[in-house]
Nanobody, 127 residues
Framework: QVQLVESGGGLVQAGGSLRLSCAAS????????MGWFRQAPGREREFVAC????????YYADSVKGRFTISRDNAKNTLYLQMNSLKPEDTAVYYC????????????????????WGQGTQVTVSS
């Protein structure tokens, strides 16, 4: 069981940067694969990035590769998403998520594989 709370969203101009944080409660944060997803109006929830329990494995969607960086600090029970070179198409509500069980890269990119979700934080990139 884990509770997740995102923060750090806001309004930025194209080319700017934001850092999102996801604070997790509980004693077992390091047991979860963590992921970032986003959802824009009228679109399906989209995978952004995920990271394994100790951070050894990281995967990015092609659309954000080279611009976004996912990281975690298990001592602080916190997941991060550093977003650089933002584009208007990055505009969405961003959600962090936690997945129980053995890590699988194939499952890590699927929203249905995650067991717990935060409330989301809005990111708006102006053109």
């Amino acid at each position: 069981q884990v509770q997740l709370v995102e923060s750090g969203g806001g309004l930025v101009q194209a080319g700017g940067s934001l850092r999102l944080s996801c604070a997790a409660s509980g004693r077992t944060f390091s047991r979860y694969t963590m992921g970032w997803f986003r959802q824009a109006p009228g679109r399906e929830r989209e995978f952004v990035a995920c990271i394994s329990r100790m951070g050894a494995s990281i995967y990015y969607a092609d659309s954000v590769k080279g611009r976004f960086t996912i990281s975690r600090d298990n001592a602080k029970n916190t997941l991060y998403l550093q977003m650089n070179s933002l584009k208007p198409e990055d505009t969405a509500v961003y959600y962090c998520a936690a997945a129980e069980g053995p890590f699988s890269a194939r499952l890590g990119v699927q929203a249905a594989a995650y067991d717990y979700w935060g409330q989301g934080t809005q990111v708006t990139v102006s053109s």
